[in-house]
């Protein structure tokens, strides 16, 4: 009987050993490996089974940002990238992209969704969390601008002078 036992935890052994999941390495190569053949949908799986089997590992962290990026970027779905950025921030709260995640969720709500009162909450939050963050100034700009048209924001310059084909061409000198 003991020997049956023994057979039975090396059998279970075995087969745990064979089942174990994926390492974050080999999620992020399969990820990276879809974005490069274009199968944006696929990434975002393989990063997704990353996080999930791997949450407290940097490349979780990279994954999460990753995925946000692409529904931003690539699928532009952008309540989805902004549902990303939130879950990034929840989990890595003082993560290396968290105060990048928060801008761009305002940029989003702002440029991509017109949504300005979460876009406003958006950078006054970044602004508040990041005063010093080399993107402050962008969000400066940014809230004081919430709702403006591109072409408010240029600046109006006078109209050039126009110049005629008889102005510039040289003087006839005919004498008579």
Known sequence: MKGVTSLTIMA?????????????????ARATAAINERTFNVAIEEYEKLVADHPHTPQAEEALYAIAKIYSDELKKFPQAIATYNRYLDLYPQGKYA???IFLSAYLYHNELNDLTNAKIMYERFLASYPQH???PSAEFELKNLGRKPEELLPVHPAEPTVTAQASSPKSSKKK
């Open 12 to 28: 279970v052994l075995t087969l745990s050993a064979g089942c174990s999941k994926p390492s974050p390495e080999e999620y992020a």
């Open 99 to 101: 105060p990048i995640a």
């Open 134 to 136: 080399e993107m402050a």
